[in-house]
């Protein structure tokens, strides 16, 4: 009976059938599902890639795999994960979906646009997924020159032309974005009414437009001096490899904060949400993503603090560094305030974001040693480095990533995921995540170096522990995977508000129309005016 | 891209003006995103000419600085041609739009023949970066290598744009010949111009910094 | 080593112990802060927690005495961290002077050293205890790490190019070396073992085995057979400029500029002998790159470096018209 009601009405899901509706479909809400599939199945191979990194670890000599293989493993591990997974995960599918509908637009400034970014990065990931299959490629995510310019015999070409490629992919969704905010907001939604969703993501698209056409020129030299040597980075000829990091870390540093900055955009709405109240200091929090995408520009040169580079020029970077912990701080303390007398609900999303606020807490505090000159010379380049930015990526983006994901499940399926898996999930992950990345901070320290194969014997008790810590962790992603399916068709029917959240997402039917609303919406309220939507909802 | 009524507004807009607004912003957002693209080269000929800078103006005195000086007469000359154009589309003069147009196409392609003469010439003299490369006289062949590698990087990148260019201009004459075009609609013709003046602009840094580094030292 | 299961390494040079002071430091402080979210969390999570479905908070909306107190508190905090970093880098980038030379050349996927003695060793070093070392170091290939964790000390190692660490042992024992940038397949086999040594055991590990004779007369003698001496006379009447006292003073080029003459300046006249020809010579003398190994650089390096105090070699007069000034004093002579 209610299945049938939900049949009747007219949305984007049921608008038009077939594959043709979806391959050639300008919707937003479309696209990113199809961002969805595909990123979900892109962190299914890098997490079947972490597995077995996670497993070959668990003895300190070679046993699965061939140092050879374990090599692959480890770049194609953080190839996928980062290019693939990360950079695109939050803005391509949630910001996709959201961005438009929370500033009330019908969709994003270039719809066609949109869909080529997604194929661009379905190519890129082919293309990649293509050098995998040839023979993997072994130079480890960040390419360092001349061993990829020069030593490697993988293949190291057709996996930079992926990145390239699917580099485009994030500009062309960074500039749509920037757009669709400056020209297609709503009637009544001024600047300092945007949800803090929207500025994360507009702070993380000016780095993705800024900062990844760097990265595109450096695959290209590296790719250049690959097939014509002409000498860039190859000493022999008078180039400097050390150039080539430069450039490199001039995008991986700010795409850092590409890859956390929507993280913290979905903390924000959670926080908001789930404790009923505007979030506390929302310029300052809306300010600081901006602030930390610009200083993000400053301090990629910490990354080599002992690669060669003046010890001045360490302190320089060293001191910027510490900038950027001062936006970081900002948003921890303003998301903890935001509780303080709330209404603090426990849904799933909630426990997420208890999560993320935590472990980023834990990430961002260690990145501090990581600045400190003296310590890194000691912790660069080994597990402690993995942890820190794992802490970031992992226990940050991918928190937030899920928190996100069971908030707005019920907007975008049009269905209730079951709460009380849900919450285990959300336990699962958070214990299984600390257990698998806390002993690679005991092991760094101990001088543990990143991406070794084999190790000495001293160091195995904490990778076991690191190793069953995974597993778990393994566990809890794959609950969402199985209850989310399951949900699409046995989980109960979402209203259109199920979590009393304000935002326009929520004012349109769950699921929304084609073209998001009903009637356009004009927007009257401050962000997160709890009281307004409690008072409309007693009127109505 | 075309669409039936190009007037048509498309549908995630409200009004003509926020779908032209949205255009053109864009446009400068995506010329941001090039110049970062060539910034990465610029920092690269920077460092290395900041390392060897007498190498480096040696091996820029082996280019006729002649030939580029007229190259970018030539180039100027077609950003003037291009404005001339957008004017056109603004008084809604079709005829003299698809001129202008076509005019600018022509000074592209001048542009673009005389650069594959100068590639041409690298053969003949083994300036180009690879196991015959030599360039006469200088002892530090690996570091000229790396001037002339920069050279046909950056020149190499700027005729890509430039065919890209002609690609874009070739669209805009056809539609222009469609009558797509009028004075409350040329949204197109504006950023396609914003685009080559864009490229124009590139070349005004890249002339001086590969043809004329070292004139004034007289050896 | 005995411990099975360590959870934090020992310290076994000066520097470690000032990197771990700033460690617990930075500990301190995250430990605090961590605490202090996590505690805030769960507080108000229980201590506001939703009591019905219809309940209005109070609306707060912010505070800007609370916002400058958490950014400045942070920021303050941090900047002591940087400063007391930065003090530590100093420690650790600086070597003394006094500092044993010890050579080191890296390459996929091994560590080779070489004493000034002449003693060579493969992936382990062997060094006296209570005195500082430095090491000159440059790569074959890739990019390699010079990691010993427990001297805390890390450098990587570049090719075609000197980069130098140090660190003075305090502890007697042996040490994991290991190579901390990734190299290529066998990135975590090019390890070896730092052992430290009481200094009679150093000597007694020198005076045994050693053979070939020491770093400088393999260069004195490379020097020979490479047909160096042939222009590079010692009395400055060749056609080249004679290397008696060159290495650490100052040389005037022909194009006007002065370089230190250092290892690196050494390295590239040998390599790379047109990039900077010293002022009043010509440029005359061909390269020698591929007849000369790394390892013979070094040794060469090390020769002309022993030139300077030699004793009975003939005095540093001032070159008949080279530019080549002598460190400090001698340099009115040249005008």
Redesign the interface.
């Known amino acids: 009976m209610i299945t049938a009601a939900l049949e009747e009405r007219e949305h984007y899901l049921n608008a038009s059938y077939g594959l043709k509706s979806w391959l050639l479909t300008k919707d937003h809400k479309r696209i990113a599902l199809l961002y969805l599939g595909t990123i979900t199945l892109f962190f299914a191979l890098g997490g079947l890639f972490a597995t077995m990194i996670r497993i070959e670890l668990l003895t300190p000599q070679p046993d699965l795999v061939s140092s050879e293989t374990y090599n692959k493993l480890f770049t194609m591990h953080g190839v996928i994960m980062v290019f693939l997974f990360l950079v695109p995960s939050i803005p391509a599918t949630l910001g996709n979906f959201f961005l438009p509908i929370m500033i009330g ?7 066609k646009l949109n869909l080529l970014s997604w194929y661009l990065l379905v190519a890129g990931g082919l293309c990649t997924l293509g050098a995998m299959f040839a023979g993997g490629v072994d130079t480890g995510w960040t390419f360092y020159t001349p061993y990829s310019s020069t030593y490697s015999n993988t293949y190291v070409i057709a996996t930079a032309l992926g990145i390239f490629i699917a580099g485009f992919s994030s ?1 062309l969704t960074g ?2 974005f ?2 669709t905010v ?3 907001r709503a009637p009544g939604m001024t600047w300092f009414r945007l949800p803090l969703f929207v500025w994360s993501n507009y702070a993380t698209s000016l780095i993705m ?6 990265l ?3 695959i290209l ?1 590296v790719g ?1 001096e690959r097939l ?5 980075f190859d000493p ?5 490899p050390v ?1 080539f990091q ?2 490199f870390w001039f995008y991986s540093h700010p795409a850092v904060y590409i890859m956390v900055l929507p993280g913290m955009g979905v903390v924000s709405e959670l926080v908001a949400t789930f404790s009923r109240k505007r979030v506390f200091g929302y310029g300052f929090v809306a300010f600081s993503s901006v602030a930390i995408a610009v200083l993000g520009f400053l301090v990629w040169g910490h990354h080599l603090f002992v690669s060669g580079q003046s010890v001045y020029a360490g302190m320089v970077f060293s001191f910027l560094s510490y900038f950027v912990a001062v936006p970081s701080a900002i948003k921890v303390f303003n998301w903890t305030a935001t509780l303080y007398k709330g209404s603090i609900s426990y849904d799933t999303p909630m426990l997420y974001a208890f999560g993320f606020i935590g472990l980023f807490t834990m990430g961002g505090l260690t990145g501090l040693f990581l600045a400190a000159l003296g310590i890194d010379v000691h912790v660069t380049d080994t597990y402690f480095v993995v942890a820190h930015f794992h802490y970031i990526m992992v226990g940050g983006t991918l928190m937030a990533y899920l928190g996100g994901m069971h908030y707005w499940w019920p907007k975008m399926t049009g269905r209730m995921y079951p709460e009380g898996w849900a919450k285990l999930s959300a336990l699962v992950v958070f214990l299984g995540f600390n257990l698998t990345f806390f002993p690679q901070f005991v092991l760094g320290y101990l001088g543990m170096p990143r991406r070794y194969h084999v190790y000495p014997p001293e160091f195995q008790v904490l990778h076991v522990m690191s190793t069953a810590g995974a597993s778990v962790l393994a566990v809890g992603y794959l609950m969402p995977l199985v209850y989310f399916l399951w949900s699409l068709r046995y989980g109960k029917l979402a209203p259109a508000n199920p979590w009393g959240a304000t935002g326009l997402e929520w004012q349109t039917s769950s699921p929304p129309p084609t ?1 998001n609303f009903e009637e ?1 919406p004009v927007v009257t309220h401050e962000a997160y005016d709890f009281a307004a939507l409690l008072e409309e909802a007693q009127v109505g | 891209m075309a669409s039936a009524n190009p007037l048509a507004l498309r ?4 009004t003509a003006a ?1 779908q032209k ?2 255009s053109v ?2 446009m400068w ?2 010329l ?3 110049i ?6 610029f ?2 000929y920077t ?2 000419r900041s ?2 800078p ?1 190498v480096f103006g040696a091996a820029s005195r082996t280019l006729s600085a002649t030939i580029g000086a007229v190259n970018t007469a030539v180039l100027l000359t077609s950003s003037y041609t291009m404005v001339l154009a957008v004017r056109a589309a603004q008084k809604g003069s079709r005829k003299a739009l698809i001129w202008f147009l076509i005019l600018t196409m022509i000074f592209g392609t001048v542009f673009l023949g005389v650069k594959a003469y100068e590639w041409h010439e690298k053969f003949v003299e083994h300036h180009v ?2 196991p015959s490369f030599h360039l006469e006289g200088e ?2 062949q ?2 000229a ?2 001037f002339f ?2 050279y ?2 950056m020149t190499g990148l700027h005729a890509l744009h430039m065919v890209v260019g002609m690609g874009i201009m070739t669209v805009m004459t056809w539609r222009a010949w469609l009558g797509r075009f009028n004075a409350d609609y040329y949204t197109p013709i504006d950023v396609a111009g914003l685009y080559w003046h864009f490229v124009d602009v590139i070349w005004i840094f890249l002339f001086p910094l590969l043809y004329l580094i070292d004139r004034h030292v007289p050896k | 080593m005995g411990n099975r299961f360590p959870l934090f390494p020992v310290e076994a040079s000066t520097v470690a112990p000032s990197v771990d002071h700033l460690l617990f430091y930075l500990l301190g402080v995250s430990i605090f802060f961590t605490v202090l979210i996590f505690s805030a969390i769960f507080y108000f999570a229980i201590k506001y927690r939703r009591r019905s479905e219809t309940e209005l908070p109070p609306e707060i909306h912010g505070s800007t005495k609370l916002e400058i107190a958490w950014s400045i508190i942070p920021f303050g905090l941090a900047m002591v961290m940087f400063a007391w970093g930065a003090k530590v880098y100093f420690e650790i980038e600086r070597p003394p002077d006094d500092a044993l030379d010890v050579y080191v050349v890296a390459k996929q996927w091994m560590w080779k050293l070489q004493h000034k003695e002449g003693q060579r060793e493969i992936n382990e070093l062997h060094i006296p205890l209570g005195r500082a070392v430095k090491l000159t170091m440059t790569s074959l290939d890739v990019i390699h790490s010079f990691y010993v964790p427990d001297f805390r000390t890390k450098q990587d190692v570049l090719p075609g190019r000197y980069t130098t660490t140090w660190f003075k042992p305090t502890r007697v024992g042996k040490y994991h070396l290991f190579c901390a940038e990734y190299c290529g397949t066998k990135h975590s086999g090019m390890i070896g073992w730092v052992y430290v040594m009481e200094p009679q055991d150093y000597q007694a590990w020198l005076s045994g085995g050693a053979g070939g004779g020491s770093l400088a007369e393999n260069g004195q003698k490379l020097f020979q057979e490479l047909a160096c001496d042939n222009c590079h006379h010692m009395d400055g009447h060749g056609r080249c400029p004679s290397l008696q006292g060159v290495y650490g003073s100052k040389v005037l080029l022909t ?1 006007g500029q002065t370089v230190v003459a250092d290892d690196a300046y050494v390295r590239e006249s040998i390599l ?4 900077k020809v010293v002022s009043g010579y010509q ?1 005359i003398m061909p390269t020698f790159q591929g007849l000369v190994t790394e390892e013979g650089v070094l040794q060469l390096i090390e020769y002309i470096k022993s030139l300077k105090t030699q004793p009975g070699a003939a005095p540093a007069a001032a070159p008949a018209r080279g530019g080549v000034q002598p460190p400090a004093g001698g340099a009115a002579a040249q005008r």
């Open positions: 637009a019908k969709d994003l400034a270039f719809p500009i500039l749509n920037i757009v400056h020209r297609m437009v800024l900062g990844t056409p760097v595109a020129v450096t030299l250049c014509f040597h002409i000498g860039i022999a000829l008078g180039g400097d150039l430069h450039m073209h356009p | 549908e995630q807009f409200d926020q607004d949205a912003l864009a957002i995506f941001v995103t090039e970062m693209f060539f910034g990465g080269l920092l690269a460092a290395y390392f060897y007498e970066p690879g002892p530090l690996g570091q290598q790396l590698s920069l046909f990087a | 194009n790379q002998p047109n990039a440029s």
